[in-house]
């Protein structure tokens, strides 16, 4: 045993085998458990804005309008209502008023930090 060394919350991603161990709601934050033994706290409003999916990330429709009917945030936009492992790359969200085609990536939400 010869790593002690602590790894900050904004510790970069170091290699490409990190995967994430437990995920776990807790209040109005998310806790995420990496194999490297690091827990993240992300907030859950915080990651519904971040949300990496076509709609949120602004690309027209295919009607080609620009206004986006997901960045009208409701009452419930930043409550979750469940989650899925993606292929062992990355987490999928779903949210209370229905969004859920976000994936997030482990380099992802490695990258974000707590509020
Ligand atoms: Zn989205």
Redo the contacts with the bound molecule.
């Keep these: 045993m010869n790593h002690k060394d602590a790894l900050s919350a904004s510790a970069p991603l170091r290699d490409n085998h990190l995967s994430l161990k437990a995920v776990a709601p807790f209040g109005n934050e998310l806790a995420l458990s990496w194999s490297d033994d690091l827990e993240q706290f992300l907030a859950l409003e915080m990651l519904r804005r971040v949300?990496p999916?076509a709609?949120?990330c602004g690309e027209p429709d295919v009607m080609g309008r620009g206004d986006l009917p997901?960045k009208n945030y409701k009452a419930n936009s930043f409550e979750l209502k469940g989650y899925d492992f993606v292929g062992g790359y990355g987490l999928s969200l779903k949210w209370a008023d229905g969004?859920a085609?976000?994936i997030y990536s482990y380099r992802l939400l490695r990258g974000l930090k707590a509020e």
Aim: glycine share 12%; net charge neutral.
């Design positions: 949300c999916c709609v949120c997901a969004h085609t976000g």
